[in-house]
């Protein structure tokens, strides 16, 4: 999940300027990126987009990581595109799933789904406002912004869609007065399917504090919701701390804990919550890891300099010497450890 956390941006803008880094973030490098992009990993596939000189983006396909990009022939858009990767039946090659737009405004986008092989782009029904979404079996899922500018997350199965039953208040825990969170300023800025559960991430600024909360629930369709974790963004030197790149598998939740200050990792959970590993992908406080993606036992992401105030994929500020690029890593195969 590319970041476009539209109210929650202003925070990263107050971070303070931070060290530079002791440690690099683990990978090959497989390709350099002129904008920072989305990502997608299933079976061994790799989804991307690449940007032209007017602003168009493309998305291309890798078969494996080290081969060579493709097209995936469906039409740019200028909206970015946000990626997952889905089988949309047992045992089918994978499809990609992404917002198609027509215009600027989330009013204009719906979910589409495209299959590797064939490249024929599908609309599916019910899904206007689609920001991100993803596929199982028969299942379409996709979160949506209301006329309203709410956030709902609303599954397709067989031409009917119904909307998931999502946490009805956010409270500010860490407030001797707590205070509901309006719900037009939550984002669902990441989401996966596998059968008939759903993982997603909500974000959200908190009205009492100058800090947001990313938190990551596990729910089944037609079930209540389950919090399974939560991070918090606080203190002047900590920029965004979000989970980004969730991937939902059987009997556990990976998602990607952006810490900056405290370190990035993946993190492995249980369906309730339980710590089942995490994987150090390094510290590098002068990159941004934007997005990533899990698959086979390794983490396909993508960075970006960390500097408010500068175009993406350039350098720093004039008197820092930061490397000003944005790139596609593969981390090889990881192993979590406890």
């Not at 989804?47 to 168009?56: I, K, L, P, R, V």
């Not at 009997?251 to 309730?272: E, F, I, T």
């Not at 010497?321 to 406890?338: H, I, M, T």
Request: aromatic residues 6%.
């Amino acid at each position: 999940m590319f970041i476009p956390v539209r109210r929650i941006a202003a925070l990263t803008l107050a971070a303070a300027a931070l060290p530079g880094s002791a440690d690099a973030l683990v990978g090959t490098k497989l390709t350099t990126l002129n904008q920072p992009t989305d990502v997608a990993a299933r079976d061994g596939a790799i989804a991307y987009t690449e940007t032209d000189a007017q602003g168009q983006q493309s998305i291309v396909v890798r078969a494996r990581p080290g081969a060579t990009a493709r097209p995936l022939g469906v039409p740019p858009q200028t909206r970015p595109f946000t990626l997952r990767l889905s089988a949309f039946t047992s045992g089918s090659a994978p499809g990609l799933a992404y917002p198609r737009c027509t215009g600027a405004d989330p009013s204009s986008c719906t979910l589409a789904f495209t299959p590797l092989t064939s490249g024929v782009e599908r609309i599916v029904p019910g899904t206007r406002g689609a920001l991100r979404g993803a596929a199982s079996g028969s299942r379409f899922v996709a979160a949506v912004e209301s006329a309203a500018g709410i956030p709902r997350i609303v599954v397709t199965e067989h031409g009917r869609t119904r909307a998931l039953r999502l946490p009805a208040r956010r409270i500010d825990v860490g407030n001797p007065k707590p205070a509901t969170i309006d719900p037009k300023t939550i984002d669902v800025t990441d989401l996966d399917l596998l059968g008939d559960r759903i993982a997603y991430v909500l974000t959200y600024q908190v009205p009492t504090a100058p800090r947001a909360e990313s938190e990551l629930w596990l729910q089944r369709i037609g079930g209540p919701p389950q919090l399974i974790a939560r991070i918090g963004t606080g203190g002047a030197s900590s920029g965004l701390r979000s989970f980004l790149g969730i991937r939902l598998l059987r009997d556990a939740v990976v998602a990607y804990r952006q810490g900056r200050d405290q370190g990035n990792a993946l993190v492995k959970l249980s369906p309730r919550g339980k710590a089942q590993g995490r994987v150090n992908l390094g510290q590098d406080l002068s990159t941004d890891l934007v997005d990533g993606a899990y698959d086979r036992g390794r983490y396909v992401y993508v960075t970006a300099p960390y500097r408010t105030g500068q175009p993406p994929c350039q350098g720093g500020s004039p008197d820092e010497q930061w490397p000003g690029e944005c790139a596609l890593y593969d981390s090889g195969l990881l192993a979590f450890k406890r």
